[in-house]
């Protein structure tokens, strides 16, 4: 469970909101029994439960727990737009996998638009999928889900990571591709990448153009055209194999 630094004082850890209900009634925990919490530093430790009340539930730090879920490198998946419930799955699955972020991207093919009035909504119901997911999967912390953004922002804020990809399976139209393994060989710890995906319908030429023109590396992923939500999967479990096994 994810607490805030303030909700842990003299070893003793304070859960509230929808996590006491999850602890009590859906996981059916009692006094005595050991969860593990995070705080905002990516610090878990194991902790015991004291006291259960409906509005909070109170656990005793038994134990830090010194080695760390993160991958090595830290990336932030952008997932061009998808239709149904797939960014739903590539959230939930990017975070069992690793992803420190997640950013929609309102790119020039995606069917979907986001109506701005239900971005806010949209973005809290996405950002559950992944606290949970990172709970079940026992991450030290929980990925960030961003609001949607465009092409020109999206070039802004790739200003500050040292690995900018964007994924492309149209090797002839990319001018320089490299392969994914190669660009994976040279990341050290703590980097940062900012991976791109297109949609269903893939990323156009003249976006790729304007992310390859701003310092993008132009990316295959193998011979096979991967599903839209299958793409930045395959990413996430190269980076772990290449970093962590
Ligand atoms: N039409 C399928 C669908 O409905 O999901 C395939 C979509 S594919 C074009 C979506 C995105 O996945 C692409 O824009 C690209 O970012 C990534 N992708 C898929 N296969 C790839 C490959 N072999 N190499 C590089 N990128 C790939």
Request: hydrophobic share 40%.
């Amino acid at each position: 469970y994810f607490v805030e630094n303030q909700s842990i004082q003299n070893e003793i850890v304070t859960i509230t909101g929808d996590d006491v209900k999850h602890i009590a009634k859906v996981m059916r925990m009692n006094e005595g029994d050991k969860i593990i919490c995070c705080n905002e530093s990516a610090q878990a430790a194991i902790c015991e439960i004291e006291e259960i009340t409906n509005a909070h539930i109170t656990a005793r730090i038994v134990e830090w727990v010194k080695e760390s879920s993160e991958l090595p490198v830290k990336v932030t998946i952008v997932q061009g737009l998808p239709k149904g419930d797939k960014l739903d799955y590539v959230m939930q699955k990017g975070t069992e996998l690793g992803a420190v972020a997640f950013q929609p991207f309102s790119a020039k093919r995606s069917v979907v638009k986001w109506d701005a009035a239900k971005v806010s909504k949209k973005t809290a119901r996405l950002q559950k999928i992944v606290k949970e997911a990172a709970e079940q999967s026992h991450r030290s912390i929980v990925p960030k889900v961003m609001d949607v953004i465009s092409l020109k922002e999206l070039l802004l804020l790739s200003e500050s990571y040292d690995y900018k990809l964007v994924a492309y399976e149209e090797e002839a139209k990319a001018g320089e591709v490299k392969k994914l393994a190669q660009v994976l060989q040279n990341m050290k710890q703590g980097e940062t990448v900012l991976a791109v995906f297109g949609p269903e319908g893939g990323l156009s030429e003249e976006e790729v153009d304007q992310l390859t023109k701003n310092g993008f590396t132009s990316c295959s992923l193998g011979p096979r055209i991967l599903r839209a939500e299958t793409a930045p999967l395959y990413l996430l479990s190269a980076v772990s194999y290449q970093t962590e096994l």
